[in-house]
């Protein structure tokens, strides 16, 4: 069965460095997610892309978050300077149609530790 | 601003119960309501409801949607210890990319 990959498993890095975190959606999938979820609390939605652009994005996917598609396959999230909260694990997910309509399948996330 | 309330927040059973976890949502232009199991580490798959009153059925596990009264509920019936894990309800919205997630409950399934 296809399935959302994701690397690496697990991140550690120092305070205001750069980190890209990296998806490979299932291949006939359209539309591309990032969530994130702090230990111990919700999982909250980053951003949306389709076509080659973001299509919706939440409070917390400020100007220190970026994402890319870069090839055919890869689905990429950068964190330009990385701050202490921003330690979390990190889900991509990806889907055929829009939430509501299809299914959003999560891979099985990176782990970030920022110190 | 949308929100998910799931409840009870933790429950702990012995295998061979049945029980019932419930999701409220407030989601403007609501479309569909999702329900995932959560392990140890990505979210998998259980049911999407879009219609009220159509039961949703895979196997032990079960699922409805009530639009008028905003809510759903899962039904795990003869639980095993492989259902322990944490439970997440999320809300689609019409026009909307995003799903909001509840916190969760989390299911322990003791011998």
């Known amino acids: 069965e296809p399935e959302v990959t994701q690397t690496p498993s697990h991140q550690v890095t120092q305070m205001g460095q750069e980190v890209i975190l990296r998806c490979v959606p299932i291949?006939?999938?359209?539309?591309f997610y990032w969530y994130r979820q702090i230990l111990g609390q919700k999982v909250e939605f980053l951003v949306s892309f389709y076509n080659n652009e973001i299509s919706e994005k939440s409070e917390i996917f400020d100007d220190q978050f970026s994402v890319e598609r870069p090839d055919g396959s890869n689905f990429t999230l950068k964190i330009r300077s990385t701050k202490l909260e921003d330690s979390a694990m990190y889900f991509c997910?990806?889907?055929?149609?829009?939430?509501?309509?299809?299914?959003?399948?999560f891979g099985p996330g990176t782990r970030l530790l920022v110190l | 601003e949308d929100k998910v309330v799931q409840s009870p927040l933790s429950l702990v059973v012995h295998e061979g119960d049945t029980v019932t976890l419930n999701c409220s949502y407030e989601v403007t232009n609501f479309r569909s309501l999702l329900w995932y199991k959560q392990e140890k580490k990505a979210p998998t798959f259980l049911f999407m409801l879009t219609s009220s009153g159509i039961e949703k059925k895979s196997g032990r596990l079960s699922s409805i949607l009530d639009k008028k009264e905003l809510f759903s509920i899962l039904n795990i019936t003869a639980t095993q210890t492989g259902d322990s894990a944490i439970y997440l309800c999320a809300g689609a919205a019409a026009g909307s990319y995003q799903l909001t997630f509840g916190k969760g409950t989390k299911l322990s399934v003791i011998p």
């Open positions: 997910a990806s889907s055929e149609a829009r939430p509501g309509e299809g299914t959003q399948y």
């Open positions: 291949s006939n999938h359209l539309y």
